[in-house]
């Protein structure tokens, strides 16, 4: 690799790597199919996940038909019920938003946004997507297997997940577990691939703290997800062990049906540690992302420099060290040391600092900024909104005390949905409206996206504000059916037909999008290359959608941050990264007030 | 496992510190100096990826000890221990092997240096053999242990036992096939660039999974017993 050494020691690569570094498809199978092109690989990623997620939206139906209507549908059984939730929120999870996040926006704007040609690994990111595939065929070949998917719930507690009884018990448990470990060997390979390219593929110029806060938020939950997955791995491998080899590491000795069975000497709690140390840091792998993207997301569209980008930078590094020692609020209910959940209490609350700064500073760039509500920003407020919303019921819960009695309660569900599942969701929608005339030349429609929008946003409040109320009046979840149940007034079931009602035509707004998704393809409005006049470098790329090798014959130069949007004095309202000095009227008052500091 | 995370989250705290955190980036503009440095290492890729997948791989045995300290600590011993693993002697023999094994790699990657490839050929060779000594080593463990009645599922510390030896039985086959890529791509006794940045990283994986090797020997041996009753004084 030809490096050039400067005088400070550090070290500048060539601005043209020998061509041979580069991976070259010959036939159309290497280019399209088993492509090592990162650009491909995200929008593989991205089909895949959003296609499993269709999976996961119908099971939520299913279960929202059930609880409006308990007992009117015969094909929705108790078993059946179980194994939507399990299904439904792993799929959500791990399947749809880390796939989604890491897999497809990592992949495809990491490369783009640092200035390389590709990831630094080709061969293991085109595994990592298979593997990926894998996972994903061996979940939903769990479906089909004898005695159905498992209903253990998404965290598989023991020792009920793996006993006669629980549904999927037989066959649906091992095939979950397989994909979880085929998941995160698969994912291993990507991370490593998104780290080191962040860390050794920028181009010159292109500082850390001059890559958008995109690559930072994907950056950092990368990190945290090559430290955490080994958690749900080593409690996968553990738990397989003792579904088919007969171990005991979670499970003690019991009485089942009556007879002894040969476990013993195993402990439960061990998986409830090892599950939620991987758990947690979830949350963030998943929200890290989004962080970043909706700075961005804002940015642009507000034309305004991010505020405070320093602190977003330290924010998202703390978020994500903060976030390897809370995972026992998880656990508040399982019995343990009062001293211990007093630690973790304190902690998850002080997550709330840096979190609070991210808001501020959002907010502060929407301040006095000139916003156009184009159908991207609209998801992104609508993403900050929702997040304030479920974080401050996180609050509420972060507390032992207020977590003891809410904990079964609907209230959990409200929580968790409105801070990792819409406001996550809402960004990756952002995102795709955002990033669309990139990867494809075209953009999306804007009216069928304005529509997306508001059912989507405004349906998202009719579902789970109520649940909330639902939450606090005791309503349990996970629970089939509630029957008589004296504590909760009739209201409650007029309440659920109505978030059923809601769920339905939040679903359905989903086809309006993947049919825009579609049809852009083909009718979409030509965009150019930079539709949003964005000043970071995956908008500064000579074709679009950008070629194979991202940057024609020379790399770019990186001259600035990635938010110059206003500049006084500038001719126009933003100056791409690349643009170089002599080129901005502005310079001359530019460098005087650098040299003021 | 903390000790795990405060060795990386030093490791990231330093490299952080050196990445200009405290930098006004919308202030500068142009250039700094007079060609901007990304600040990225010259490491080679190859390396800093091996170097991340070792935190991978690190957590993943952090954690498995950890899960085993829990284990011990959180309940009475007298389930763990009912009939106590012994300590074969065939271990210590195994454990030979894999310090021969890493210091044949450390002595190859010193000869690559100097590009002494003969050397280099035999001391690939060496290692690879003690490797596979080492695992065909452990599998006789595994027969010796299940011919006296200790089977994976007798006992939560047999269960341990032979995860923990699996896991890095196959981390270390994964190694060999690395090590044998590497073997390949030195026979031909020309010492090359991608030859010698393998016997690097061959020689770099061998020594982090000899360390590993350690720490699970020393906890299947119960010299780190005092460490799970510092572990178990601090839960309960």
Not at chain 1, 306 to 323: D, E, T
Not at chain 2, 180 to 203: F, K, S, Y
Request: aromatic content about 14%; proline content about 5%; charged content about 10%.
């Amino acid at each position: 690799m030809g490096e050039v050494i400067f005088g400070s020691g550090g070290v500048v690569p060539a601005a043209e790597l020998p061509d041979v570094e580069l991976y070259h498809a010959k036939t159309w199978i290497t280019k399209y199919v088993f492509s090592q092109d990162a650009k491909v690989i995200a929008v593989q990623y991205s089909i895949t996940a959003m296609a499993i997620g269709v999976v996961a939206l119908v099971l939520s139906w299913l279960m929202r038909l059930q609880l409006g209507f308990p007992g009117t549908f015969s094909f929705i059984s108790a078993e059946g019920y179980y194994q939507f939730i399990t299904m439904h929120g792993m799929i959500m999870v791990i399947y749809l938003l880390t796939a989604l996040f890491l897999g497809g926006f990592g992949n495809y704007l990491i490369p783009l946004m640092v200035g390389a040609r590709d990831m630094v690994f080709p061969y293991a990111n085109m595994l990592s997507y298979w593997l990926y595939l894998l996972a994903v065929l061996v979940l939903v070949a769990s479906i089909f297997a004898p005695g159905g998917p498992t209903g253990a719930g998404w965290t598989l507690y023991p020792p009920q997940a793996i006993l006669g009884g629980t549904p999927g018990a037989e066959a649906g448990i091992i095939l979950m577990l397989l994909s979880l470990i085929l998941f995160i060997i698969g994912f291993t390979m990507g991370g490593l691939n998104y780290v080191v390219t962040v860390l050794q593929g920028r181009t010159r110029g292109m500082t850390l703290m001059r890559m958008p806060l995109t690559v930072w938020g994907i950056f950092t939950a990368t990190v945290m997800a090559l430290l955490a997955f080994p958690a749900l791995f080593v409690a996968a491998v553990m738990m397989l062990f003792d579904r088919t080899l007969g171990t005991s590491f979670f499970m003690p000795s019991l009485v089942s049906m009556g007879e002894h069975l040969k476990y013993g000497g195993g402990s439960p709690i061990l998986w409830q540690h090892l599950f939620w140390f991987f758990g947690h840091p979830e949350v963030y792998i998943v929200a890290l992302p989004a962080f970043g993207i909706v700075s961005d997301l804002i940015s642009v569209h507000a034309r305004k420099a991010i505020f405070g980008y320093r602190m977003m930078v330290w924010a998202i590094v703390i978020i994500g060290a903060l976030s390897f020692v809370v995972w026992a609020h998880h656990m508040y209910v399982s019995g343990m040391n009062l001293n211990f959940g007093f630690f973790f209490a304190v902690t998850t609350l002080i997550i709330a600092v840096p979190t609070a700064i991210k808001v501020y500073n959002w907010v502060l760039t929407l301040w006095h900024a000139d916003i156009h509500l184009t159908v991207p920003m609209l998801f992104a407020l609508g993403f900050v909104v929702t997040f304030v919303n479920g974080g401050l019921t996180g609050l509420f819960l972060g507390n032992v005390v207020v977590d003891l009695p809410l904990s079964a309660t609907m209230f959990v569900v409200a929580h968790f949905h409105m801070v990792m599942g819409v406001a996550p969701i809402l960004v990756v929608f952002g995102g795709i409206y955002h990033w669309y005339p990139k990867v494809t030349g075209r953009m999306m429609d804007d009216r069928l996206g304005k529509l997306h929008f508001w059912v989507t946003f405004l349906g998202a409040y009719a579902i789970f504000f109520p649940m909330h109320y639902l939450g606090l009046i005791g309503v349990p979840r996970r629970y089939y059916e509630l029957g008589e149940t004296a504590f909760i007034p009739k209201s409650a079931e007029t309440l659920n037909v109505f978030i059923t009602l809601a769920a339905l035509i939040v679903g359905a707004a989903q086809m309006v999008f993947l049919f825009n998704l579609v049809r852009s393809l083909f009718n979409g409005r030509l965009a150019g290359g930079n539709p949003w006049n964005a000043t970071s470098l995956e908008w500064q790329t000579p074709e679009t959608p950008p070629a194979h090798g991202n940057w024609g014959k020379e790399l770019p130069v990186v001259y600035r941050w990635a938010y110059d949007y206003s500049v006084p004095g500038a001719e126009r309202d933003f100056i791409p990264q690349n643009q170089p000095p002599a080129g901005v009227a502005a310079q001359a008052t530019i460098t005087a007030v650098s040299a003021a500091h | 496992m903390l000790l795990f995370l405060a060795v990386v989250a030093a490791i990231s705290g330093w490299w952080l510190s050196q990445q200009r955190l405290t930098s006004k980036p919308w202030l500068e503009e142009g250039v700094q100096g007079d060609f901007p440095g990304t600040g990225a290492s010259s490491l080679p890729a190859a390396k800093l990826g091996l170097g991340v997948f070792l935190a991978v791989v690190g957590s993943l045995f952090a954690l498995l000890i950890s899960a085993y300290l829990m284990r011990v600590s959180t309940t009475s011993l007298n389930i763990l221990d009912g009939p106590k693993l012994p300590g074969p002697r065939l271990l210590w023999f195994n454990t030979g092997m894999l310090v021969l094994s890493s210091v044949a790699l450390q002595w190859a990657w010193l000869q690559a240096r100097r590009r002494q490839m003969d050397g280099v050929r035999v001391n690939l060779l060496v290692a690879a053999v003690s490797a596979l000594a080492f695992v065909a080593g452990q599998l006789l463990v595994w027969r010796q242990l299940t011919q006296s009645g200790y089977f994976l599922t007798s006992s939560p510390a047999n269960s341990f036992f032979y995860l923990l030896t699996g896991v890095h039985g196959l981390h270390v086959l994964g190694g060999l096939a690395a090590l044998g890529r590497t073997i390949a791509r030195a026979w031909p006794g020309v010492a090359t660039e991608p030859m010698r940045l393998g016997v690097e990283l061959c020689a770099i994986y061998w020594h982090f999974l000899l360390l590993i090797w350690l720490v699970v020997f020393s906890l299947v041996m119960g010299w780190a017993d005092d460490f799970a009753d510092i572990c178990r004084a601090l839960i309960t």
